[in-house]
């Protein structure tokens, strides 16, 4: 009885550990699963599944699978978990900013000859973005579909109604610093029930925005051009510039109001003036017909044109359970988001493939020709093992600055003691 | 007898009787406040938006949420990965613990005392320091991700062996001996003899490895990859934190979580509460 | 005689075997296996080159993992005396004697929010905390306080709501032992006292009081122990913030590890822990030991 108990016991466990151990394993017949997990939200992965559809139904022998994204952080620790436990997927989305780290981590495999069987043309990338996931080994480790700066959106009906638009329907605002605190006065004057500039004062927004704002009075990198022992090279005083200017449009004094809980809701929703974050924005916007708005660069208020910008890559993972055959087949979808870029672009991104750039297709399409250009002045953290992880620690410092915890020189001091130990 | 004329005697007594009651209750209605807001907030109606107080526990009421919760979420089958979890690592902790707690105690062996000793050693190694090295093994193992990851680990319970141990040390060494005349193996000896003695024990430990298990965050956290694997403290969070404006569904989710336990809670809860002071676990 | 000795050594193996099997491969091997990741660089993916003491030495210069071990520190001074008057109070009202049925209700109260999950309360919190929309804030507006509260905004009030909460959570479990060492008492000291004359003050503080004391030392340990270890409702509240204002040790931990691939460091800072833990689990142990089997 008790042995009947224990032994049926075992055997439920092996074979329910077994379970999940043959989940994704392809069978004889039917296409190859490729299974593929991303970080998206919202629109973004409706555009990713569409595409992925019309890779299924284009050929036969693969087929990519897509389970629920996760948030970005719990979306990297799961993927390089589930590849440390040869549980991975075939093909995980990742920034580009990322993919130094996990190349030095041994995560990724190069692409170069899975995509020249699957004939994709890689000269064909930007080079600017392929020139960031060339590693040591003088080999690409992730595709990059496309580039995703940090913009600028104005809701145009309130533009209008608060007269803020030059006669030839374009913002009227004077590209310099003062010109930029000007125009939001005169936003308060005319809607001061609106909030003016729709900035939350923590995480990626903000952090962007200081980031363009650094780039633009000509701050240098944060870390010098070393994939492991990169040493720090932030330009001090210019940070804290960056960090006060911005801080001084937080609170009351300023025009970007405390504890802004949803940002995008309120755009949308005409509560908000305007806001700045990735292009993105752009894809959620124009699905609602009643809203107008404006998609522009950040306006260049200092001596350079810049901005933050990052770009979705995609890379195979480097374990057991993927195949040859897999990775062909991960190569292969590659393969036709190379080609279907500009379907890609309907997310709001700008496409990484410089034939997809120049095509009409793509020109015609409403908003991204606005914001096309800003891809040559998007300065993007990369180069090292510590860029993704740097990231973090500038939103993290940034953070207490805009709460007022610290001042800006202090945060700043403590932003670059962080970093420098980042890399220890 | 003593316990009525205690009573008698404390309620002729207490002055202030009436007052420790009043407090007693608003107390408690403190506690379950949070509880009943929760399972109030799972029936109201998705696009309500609501700012004064009593709104919240008012009507209009609708079941609504719990359909489309069941139909946005894996919140069931995370239910039933606990629930599975919580049963598998409590009927392999009740079965290794007791048949080395018998060995320990009816058995004379070489090394006994420091068996038991190396056992007893076991109750200071604090889990979640050792969770890194822990998740390594299971790695090299390649069990990650899988239900024998989650459950295995957490059933070589040093307190259930102690536990038992001393409750079998109560059962009489002639009884043990009448029975081997009689011809028992030691192995019935253990199954009929000993283990019926020592159900208030047994139930004990299960009580306590079903709400460590049903509970357990960190390890399922590190453990599991796999959605289809998730257990609720895992399933939960990932559901709730794309939601920071409706409080509908999160609610939902939470009470789908817990009514079962709420359950089962209001039927054993003799048994738990007795559990608990027995063994002096924390949560 | 020999013979039967060895039969009752393999009879006793045959029963230790699954659980010390078990208990071996991942109660005890983890101890050493912890001690050697901390002596090399060992990433998520992959053991790396010896590393000597190199993590032991970063770590006593990394501030972050000072601050975080003082953040789980003040989670212990903050939370401990809280969950051992309060529940001490709890026991003694719900040791009054009337009907069974309001002694029942009392004490389920108290104790049912201990058996929800972690996840479940830490998501009611955070939606009765919020700003605007949340009932907490809805209540002070009600009660004239103007204005919103940001509970998990600024770092005081981030500490507050995360020990009030799992005050209210886990205050049943010492509540529970509190209420059972009560009930204990003899009924024939109180009846003694009586008969000296003793005041109902009196018989609290010369009976009950004398009484509790081996539980309450039980209890602190336990809870000094278990609050040393806090980590998920913080995590999923504050998720350490604002900043790193509430991050406790096991959380930095857990993003030294899983974040940024560190294996190797994170062991390390296991390692302070386990000590930490130890030295406490010693003490517990023998001062009396597990509850009260023990």
């Known amino acids: ?424 | 007898m003593s316990q009525t004329k205690n009573t008698l005697l404390q309620r002729n007594r207490d002055p202030y009787l009436r007052i420790k009651i009043l407090i007693g209750v608003i107390l408690a209605g403190v506690f379950l406040f949070p509880i009943i807001w929760m399972l109030f907030v799972s029936v109201k109606p998705q696009d309500m938006s609501i700012t004064a107080p009593l709104n919240w526990f008012t009507p209009p009421y609708t079941l609504s949420n719990y359909a489309s919760v069941m139909g946005e979420s894996d919140v069931l089958l995370w239910l039933f990965n606990s629930a599975f979890v919580g049963f598998a690592t409590t009927v392999i902790t009740l079965i290794v613990t007791s048949l080395a707690a018998f060995a320990i105690s009816k058995i004379k062996f070489r090394y006994r005392r420091a068996i038991f000793l190396f056992f007893l050693a076991g109750m200071m190694v604090p889990g979640e320091a050792t969770i890194i090295p822990l998740f390594e093994i299971v790695k090299s193992m390649n069990l990650l991700d899988s239900y024998t990851a989650l459950i295995l680990p957490m059933t070589a319970s040093p307190i259930g062996v102690i536990i038992l141990k001393s409750f079998f040390d109560g059962v009489p060494d002639e009884l043990m001996e009448s029975a081997k005349i009689d011809g028992c193996s030691h192995w019935r000896l253990y199954w009929n003899i000993v283990l019926p003695l020592a159900k208030p024990a047994m139930a004990a430990i299960a009580i306590f490895t079903f709400i460590g298990s049903w509970n357990n965050f960190l390890w399922p956290f590190l453990a599991i990859v796999s959605e289809e694997l998730y257990t609720l403290p895992i399933g939960i969070p990932s559901f709730n934190s794309t939601y920071s404006t409706t409080y509908m569904l999160p609610m939902t989710v939470n009470a789908i979580a817990s009514l079962p336990v709420i359950i089962a809670f209001l039927i054993f809860e003799k048994q738990i509460v007795k559990g608990v002071s027995f063994t002096g676990i924390k949560g | 005689m020999k013979n039967q000795a060895l039969r009752n050594d393999i009879l006793a193996g045959m029963f230790l075997l699954p659980f010390f099997l078990i208990y071996v491969v991942f109660t005890i091997f983890p101890i050493f296996k912890g001690l050697q990741m901390s002596f090399f660089d060992w990433s998520l993916i992959e053991k790396g080159e010896f590393a000597g003491f190199s993590q032991y030495t970063a770590l006593f210069t990394d501030p972050d993992f000072w601050q975080s071990l003082w953040n789980t520190t003040l989670f212990v001074i903050l939370s401990t005396p809280g969950m051992i008057l309060l529940a001490l109070v709890l026991a003694l009202l719900a040791n009054i004697n009337v009907g069974s049925k309001l002694r029942t209700f009392l004490r389920g109260s108290y104790f049912i929010p201990s058996i929800l999950s972690v996840s479940v309360i830490s998501y009611i919190a955070i939606f009765m905390l919020q700003p605007y929309s949340g009932i907490v804030n809805n209540l002070l507006n009600s009660f004239g306080l103007e204005g919103q509260v940001y509970w998990l905004a600024n770092p005081v009030l981030a500490w507050v709501s995360i020990v009030g909460v799992t005050l209210w959570w886990t205050v049943g479990f010492n509540f529970i032992l509190f209420l059972t060492s009560l009930q204990d008492i003899p009924d024939s000291y109180y009846e003694a006292a009586e008969i000296d004359g003793a005041t109902r003050w009196q018989m609290f503080k010369d009976v009950t009081l004398p009484q509790l004391i081996p539980i309450s030392r039980v209890i602190f340990l336990l809870q000094v122990l278990a609050s040393f270890k806090v980590f998920a409702q913080i995590l999923l509240i504050t998720d350490g913030g604002p900043g790193t204002a509430t991050r406790p040790l096991i959380q930095y931990i857990y993003e030294m590890g899983f974040e940024q691939y560190d294996l190797g460091y994170a062991a390390a800072m296991s390692y302070v822990l386990f000590f930490i833990l130890l030295i406490f689990s010693v003490i517990q142990i023998r001062s009396g030991g597990q509850g009260r089997m023990i």
Request: charged content about 25%.
């Open chain 1, 1 to 424: 009885m008790k042995k009947t108990a224990y032994a049926g016991m075992i055997l439920l466990l092996t074979a329910v550990g077994c379970q999940s151990q043959d989940a994704g394993t392809s069978t004889e017949t039917g296409p190859v699963e490729v299974e593929m997990w991303s970080l998206f939200s919202g629109g973004d992965q409706a555009y990713m599944q569409s595409l992925i559809d019309g890779f299924n139904e284009s050929q036969e022998e693969y087929e990519v699978v897509m389970p629920a994204p996760s948030e970005a952080a719990d979306h990297y620790t799961k993927v390089v978990t589930s590849v440390a436990a040869n549980r991975g997927p075939d093909m995980a989305v990742a920034h580009a900013s990322i993919i130094p780290e996990f190349y030095n981590l041994g995560l990724t495999k190069p692409i170069d000859n899975p995509a020249e069987n699957a004939g994709l043309d890689l000269t064909e990338v930007n080079e600017n973005i392929l020139q960031t996931l060339k590693m040591e080994d003088n080999k690409i480790h992730s595709y990059p579909i496309d580039t995703h700066p940090t913009v600028m959106f104005f809701n145009k009906t309130l533009l209008e109604e608060a007269g803020l638009l030059t006669e030839s329907g374009e913002v009227d605002m004077e590209e310099t610093p003062e010109g930029f605190v000007d125009f939001y006065k005169r936003a308060e004057e005319a809607l001061p029930d609106t909030i003016p500039l729709a900035i939350p004062t923590v995480g990626y927004d903000a952090f962007t925005v200081w980031w363009a704002f650094y780039h633009q009075m000509g701050g240098t990198d944060m870390y010098s051009d070393d994939l492991q022992e990169p040493e720090v090279t932030m330009d001090n005083e210019t940070a804290v510039e960056a960090a006060e200017y911005l801080k001084s449009m937080f609170g009351k004094e300023g025009f970007i109001p405390p504890n802004i809980s949803d940002p995008y809701e309120q755009f949308q929703t005409d509560r908000a003036l305007s806001l700045m974050t990735g292009v993105w924005g752009t894809g959620i916007w124009e699905t609602d017909e009643s809203f107008e708005f404006i998609a522009q660069p950040i306006p260049t208020l200092f001596d350079e044109p810049a901005t933050y910008g990052d770009s979705h890559t995609l890379f195979i993972p480097e374990q057991e359970s993927t195949t040859d055959e897999k990775t062909a087949g991960a190569a292969a979808f590659m393969n036709y988001l190379h080609e279907n870029q500009a379907q890609w672009a309907q997310a709001g991104h700008i496409p990484a493939n410089d034939e997809v750039t120049d095509s009409e297709e793509f020109n015609e399409m409403p908003y991204r020709s606005d914001y096309a250009g800003v891809v040559e002045n998007v300065e993007q953290p990369s180069g090292t093992i510590y860029s993704n992880m740097s990231i973090d620690v500038m939103m993290r410092n940034l953070d207490e600055i805009w709460a007022g915890r610290v001042t800006p020189q202090e945060g700043i001091e403590n932003l670059e003691q962080e970093l420098d130990e980042l890399v220890k």
